[in-house]
T-cell receptor
Framework: GAVVSQHPSWVICKSGTSVKIECRSL??????MFWYRQFPKQSLMLMAT?????????EQGVEKDKFLINHASLTLSTLTVTSAHPEDSSFYIC??????????????FGAGSRLTVL | QQQVKQSPQSLIVQKGGISIINCAYE??????FPWYQQFPGKGPALLIA?????SEKKEGRFTISFNKSAKQFSLHIMDSQPGDSATYFC????????FGTGTSLTVIP
């Protein structure tokens, strides 16, 4: 089945530094990937839609200069949290759109990246 | 973006019992309806999915059903096990990229 690899699984950084999270589709090409943010015991909040070779589409309220998304190839999308601050600490999850069961498009998620900003 | 009412927000079930989670919509113009399961500290994973032209689909202990008149999708987990303890999400819109509030299920041994 489709597999999405996300790295790192956890990262601790100092306030003011930047952190990059990678999301790779291992056995399929993902034209479209999504980035989510999840706070403890809360739902998945869609941050942006990433399309290969074009600029990401950000959801309302998400700062595009703070959360830089690059989707330069059909198997890799990256999220860079720039000048991270403690309020950026969260669980970030990527997903890729894949034609899965019954020919329908399904989301395959990465394992998530827990970011802690000190 | 249509609203979804996912209920209950949390659920505690004894081992062997039936867990029922519902998602109700303003309209059900979906071409595909998935349920996702998420364990703590992990990313969600597709659990089961249904097309609206089918009223019910069963995979093992998991059954997804669609009540057209009530505009509601339901997930039934039969013979619930402690390993089923997780959060379950339904999509909040027809394009499945947005999610409902989730239901935290705890199965007590």
């Amino acid at each position: 089945g489709a597999v999405v690899s996300q790295h790192p699984s956890w990262v601790i950084c100092k306030s003011g530094t930047s952190v990059k999270i990678e999301c790779r589709s291992l056995d399929f090409q993902a034209t479209t990937m999504f980035w989510y943010r999840q706070f403890p015991k809360q739902s998945l909040m869609l941050m942006a839609t990433s399309n290969e070779g074009s600029k990401a589409t950000y959801e309302q309220g998400v700062e595009k200069d703070k959360f830089l998304i690059n989707h330069a190839s059909l198997t890799l999308s990256t999220l860079t949290v720039t000048s991270a601050h403690p309020e950026d600490s969260s669980f970030y999850i990527c997903s890729a759109l894949d034609r899965g069961r019954n020919g329908a498009n399904v989301l395959t998620f990465g394992a998530g990246s827990r970011l802690t900003v000190l | 973006q249509q609203q979804v009412k996912q209920s209950p927000q949390s659920l505690i079930v004894q081992k062997g019992g039936i867990s029922i989670i519902n998602c109700a919509y303003e309209n059900t113009a979906f071409d595909y309806f998935p349920w996702y399961q998420q364990f703590p500290g992990k990313g969600p994973a597709l659990l089961i999915a249904i097309r609206p032209d089918v009223s019910e689909k069963k995979e093992g202990r998991f059954t997804i059903s669609f009540n057209k008149s009530a505009k509601q999708f339901s997930l039934h987990i039969m013979d619930s096990q402690p390993g089923d303890s997780a959060t379950y999400f339904c999509p909040s819109t027809g394009n499945q990229f947005y999610f409902g509030t989730g239901t935290s299920l705890t199965v007590i041994p």
